[in-house]
């Protein structure tokens, strides 16, 4: 077959690389010991925020390990298309969903049948032992019937739900020096975002401070920030173009009207009328965001990434100053339920990659816990390490980084952040058990190591309040809502659906972002009147009666694994 003929080659090339590092630490002069030139891979990931070469110390793992180089290719307009019609997606391929455009790859034959000339099974030992399941299920899902890749987020058990991934983080110092106000509603949250501004109207660079801070980068069908606001406020996951109560399989378009999406929006217009909203929100990377809530210059964030994760550097803490949860009385957060068989985004090889075998040796290292762990948290020895018990610890670098992903770790990898794996997708859920280690996860939150107390008073202060321990201990005595992990994978849209679908869409972000930067309500009603006649116009109800029958569809999946549970 078409692989047969590369064997030799890669091999020999993956043979190579393991004679270079093995006499790594010899001096030879003879030709046996030079080493040949990297292999450079193209991936096409439609999950990366970043386009170009990997750099850094996930670039130095890639060349040690591998002798390989990454090149990095994001999604935008028409990439995706661009690559089809050349008939070549890449080496290794990344996809957002499983929805179409995937489904459109596997009926083209542009994605490697993983099984061809026993690839996986040789190349791919650690998927094969230990993902079975997430196997199983892309097979399923494919029209051929056959495997072109695994899911993300893999579980090692299915009987748990996942860390919470919306923490609602707030400057816990500026709330103690608040009194503690009580926050059950959003009106609540907003005046005590008011009185937070008052009392610290400069960041530490004596910029003005703000409520919240926005970036466009990750809107899809809506803005992100603001669906993500009502699945963190009512526990309503996205789904397409609105919101869906998975306990009851309602669906919420995104402009029913007092709906959850428009409720945010109003919220959002709210605080930037008072002076909250960081007026930048539209126009800022994600990066230049987090480097305001490094600084300081926001209060609240409902997702730890952008919030204590970015505050909770050593300075901030040796101050008395952190982020921690504080989550609204009237608040049910979303969770998900873990699944063996991973979530829809998709690990896939290209058909016309020259390096087929390599793709999957790579794909497989980052499965096993070694790669999953390398490729969260950096470098073992130097960021991380187990002890002789098999406790997971961070080293104080690896600290240091966590925290402030500016960390430099040597003149050589670079800062953290900068060096981070930037295909932008997981293996392993990080709360799935890292085998490696003595019955922990992946994630450092919940490492022995990191239970040790208190880092600082004001982190005991908020253990004294709240009567937890850890943010996950805390959540989980508040309410919140758990999606069932099932096979749901997003349904195909005709052509013809297709554009209607992105004239929908396009309406609903630009307008979105105008009716947050309403300076009065009566602006506010005015945009949002026009944004649905406008969406209306382009084809909405086509578009929301596609995504009622999708809702449906995952609602009975849903009652299915309840129906099991429950047996």
Avoid at 28 to 48: E, M, R, Y
Avoid at 114 to 130: R, S, V
Avoid at 402 to 422: A, H, K, M, W
Wanted: net charge negative; aromatic share 12%; with cysteine.
């Amino acid at each position: 077959m078409r692989i047969k003929k590369f064997l030799k080659k890669v091999t020999a090339v993956t043979l190579s690389a393991a004679m270079v590092l093995s006499m790594s630490a010899c001096s030879k002069s003879n030709s046996a010991g030079k080493k040949q030139d990297p292999i450079t891979l193209t991936v096409f990931s439609q999950l990366a925020n970043y386009n170009g070469e990997q750099v850094g110390w996930f670039a130095k793992e890639m060349l040690d390990r591998f002798n390989v180089k990454l090149n990095i290719i994001p999604e935008s307009d028409g990439t995706f298309d661009t690559r089809m019609e050349s008939g070549n997606l890449g080496d290794i391929v990344v996809f957002g969903s499983a929805g179409k455009e995937y489904k459109a790859a596997v009926a083209a034959g542009a994605l490697l049948d993983w099984n061809e000339d026993d690839i996986l099974k040789e190349y791919g030992p650690y998927i094969t032992e230990h993902m079975q399941a997430a196997l199983e299920k892309n097979a399923a899902i494919n029209s051929d019937g056959l495997v072109h890749g695994i899911g993300h987020g893999i579980a090692s058990s299915s009987d748990d739900h996942q860390d919470f991934f919306y923490t609602w983080d707030l400057r816990w110092d500026l709330y103690k020096e608040l009194g503690y106000p009580e926050v059950k509603t959003l009106d609540d949250l907003a005046n005590m975002l008011e009185e937070m501004q008052k009392i610290c109207p400069t960041d530490d660079k004596g910029n003005k401070t703000y409520g919240v801070s926005l970036w466009p980068d990750w809107d899809g069908n809506m803005v992100m920030y603001v669906k993500a606001m009502a699945t963190a406020w009512y526990g309503y996951d996205e789904l397409h173009l609105g919101l869906y109560d998975s306990d009851t399989g309602e669906f919420h378009g995104a402009l029913e009207e007092n709906g959850p999406y428009l409720e945010m929006l109003k919220f959002f217009n709210t605080l930037y009328q008072k002076g909250l909203l960081d007026p930048d929100s539209m126009t800022q990377t994600y990066q230049e965001m987090i480097d305001k809530v490094l600084n300081g210059g926001v209060f609240f964030s409902i997702f730890n990434y952008s919030g204590s994760l970015g505050y909770n550097t050593e300075d901030h803490m040796a101050a008395n100053k952190m982020m921690l949860t504080m989550k609204p009385e009237d608040a049910s957060p979303i969770t998900y339920g873990m699944d063996t068989a991973g979530g829809n985004r998709i690990w896939a090889i290209g058909a016309k990659t020259e390096y087929p075998e390599l793709c999957m040796e790579i794909i497989n290292w980052l499965c096993t816990p070694e790669g999953r762990m390398v490729s969260e948290y950096g470098p073992e020895g130097l960021t991380w390490y187990y002890d002789e018990e098999k406790n997971t610890h961070f080293t104080e670098l690896g600290a240091s980084a966590i925290r402030d992903v500016n960390t430099v770790l040597s003149e050589e990898l670079g800062n953290f952040g900068d060096g981070r794996q930037q295909i932008n997708n997981i293996t392993w859920s990080l709360d799935a058990s890292n085998p490696d280690s003595n019955g922990e996860t992946y994630n450092w939150q919940n490492w022995k190591s990191n239970l040790t107390g208190a880092s600082c008073d004001i982190e005991q202060d908020w253990m004294d309040y709240t009567g937890a321990s850890t943010i996950q201990e805390y959540l989980n005595s508040k309410k919140y809502v758990v999606a069932p992990a099932t096979t749901y994978t997003d349904g195909e849209k005709s052509d013809e659906l297709e554009v209607t679908w992105n004239q929908v869409t396009d309406c609903i972000v630009k307008g979105s972002w105008n009716a947050i930067y309403a300076s009065t309500d009566a602006e506010f009603e005015s945009i949002v009147s026009k944004m649905i006649s406008d969406a209306y116009e382009y084809g909405y109800e086509t578009c929301l009666e596609w995504n009622e029958n999708e809702a449906a569809i995952r609602h009975q999946l849903e009652e299915e694994v309840r129906s099991k549970d429950a047996n």
